[in-house]
T-cell receptor
């Protein structure tokens, strides 16, 4: 079945450092890919998405490119801020079975220090 | 503003009790979902419903029940709660059956069983 694998956390960075959080997926066909963010004490929010190969999703300075050849959707940001400290989840839905269930990775905690 | 309301935010129960978690949405979304998040883990699907009066089991449905009598409401009952580390329960919704559309989440309910 479909699955998502994320790098383990926590990821600890200083403010203004470059961020990469790796995400790879297993699915047949062309699933839609998502990044969600969970700030402390809050529910999950959609950060960005991509629905077809080579699409780039972007929001709040974060970017991720849908790479079909490497089955990856890595999250990047050029200069992180303390306010970016949160848990980030990679997720997918769709694919050959057109399932509308959203499948999540285990989440990666990001801690940014001033 | 439209959104998803989960209540209460924190819930405490004794082992063996039944407990019902509330989820209401005013987004006019057809599909609703319940996920559980255990400490240090990703979200796992408990139940989902694509239309009123219909719902399907997710990956960890055992020990849970749901109902979908109204489009706006999708309550989750934990039958005979077990003593475990506190878990977060996330309710979400999305439009129709499109796997491209993102989920909208509530702020979650943290259940502690003693």
């Amino acid at each position: 079945g479909n699955s998502v694998t994320q790098m383990e956390g926590p990821v600890t960075l200083s403010e203004e450092a470059f961020l990469t959080i790796n995400c790879t997926y297993t699915a047949t066909g062309y699933p839609s890919l998502f990044w969600y963010v969970q700030y402390p004490g809050e529910g999950l929010q959609l950060l960005l998405k991509a629905t077809k190969a080579d699409d780039k999703g972007s929001n709040k300075g974060f970017e991720a490119t849908y790479r079909k050849e490497t089955t990856s959707f890595h999250l990047e940001k050029g200069s992180v801020q303390v306010s970016d400290s949160a848990v980030y989840f990679c997720a997918l839905s769709g694919g050959s079975y057109n399932t509308d269930k959203l499948i999540f990775g285990t989440g990666t905690r990001l801690q940014v220090f001033p | 503003d439209g959104g998803i309301t989960q209540s209460p935010k924190y819930l405490f129960r004794k082992e063996g009790q039944n407990v019902t978690l509330s989820c209401e949405q005013n987004l006019n979304h057809d599909a609703m979902y319940w996920y559980r998040q255990d400490p240090g883990q990703g979200l796992r699907l408990i139940y989902y419903s694509q239309i009123v009066n219909d719902f399907q089991k997710g990956d960890i449905a055992e020990g849970y029940s749901v109902s979908r009598e109204k489009k706006e409401s999708f309550p989750l009952t934990v039958t005979s709660a077990q003593k475990n580390p506190p878990a977060f329960y996330h309710c979400a919704s999305r439009t129709g059956n499109s796997y491209n559309s993102p989920l909208h989440f509530g702020n979650g309910t943290r259940l502690t069983v003693t």
